[in-house]
C-alpha cells in the first residue's frame, strides 16, 4: 500500500487549504485525516466510508469537509476558517479488510495568526 499527502503549507488565520492523500495498492473502506500539533497526541479530523458515511471531530465541523473520489482512491480534507490552533502535522490513514490501516507521511499545516 502507497499513500501520497500533498497540500500543505503556511496560511493566515481564516485563510483556507485543500489537503490530498492518493492510496493505492488496496481496496479502502475507510479514508480519513488525523492530525498531530507539538507535543500533543494524534487526534482523528475527519473520515469517510466506502459507503459516503462521514465523522467530524467538533472542532473541525463547519471548517472542514471530507471527500473522497473512489476511481482515483484519493481522500481530501477541505480546510476553511482556519485558526492557529489548526497548526498541526496532518496524517492520512486509511483503513482495508481484514483489519489494516496505513498511514502517510503527513502534510504540515501552518496557520500565522
Known amino acids: 500500500v502507497q499513500l501520497q499527502a500533498s497540500g500543505g503549507g503556511l496560511v493566515q488565520a481564516g485563510g483556507s487549504l485543500r489537503l490530498s492523500c492518493a492510496a493505492s495498492?488496496?481496496?479502502?473502506?475507510?479514508m480519513g485525516w488525523y492530525r498531530q500539533a507539538p507535543g500533543k497526541q494524534r487526534e482523528l479530523v475527519a473520515t469517510?466510508?466506502?459507503?459516503?458515511?462521514?465523522e467530524y471531530a467538533d472542532f473541525v465541523k463547519g471548517r472542514f469537509t471530507i471527500s473522497r473520489d473512489s476511481a482515483k482512491n484519493t481522500v481530501y480534507l477541505q480546510a476553511t476558517s482556519l485558526k492557529p490552533e489548526d497548526t498541526a502535522v496532518y496524517y492520512c490513514?486509511?483503513?482495508?479488510?481484514?483489519?489494516?490501516?496505513?498511514w502517510g507521511q503527513g502534510t504540515l499545516v501552518t496557520v500565522s495568526s
Open positions: 490513514n486509511v483503513r482495508a479488510l481484514p483489519a489494516r490501516q496505513y
Open positions: 495498492g488496496s481496496v479502502f473502506v475507510v
Open positions: 469517510i466510508t466506502s459507503d459516503g458515511i462521514i
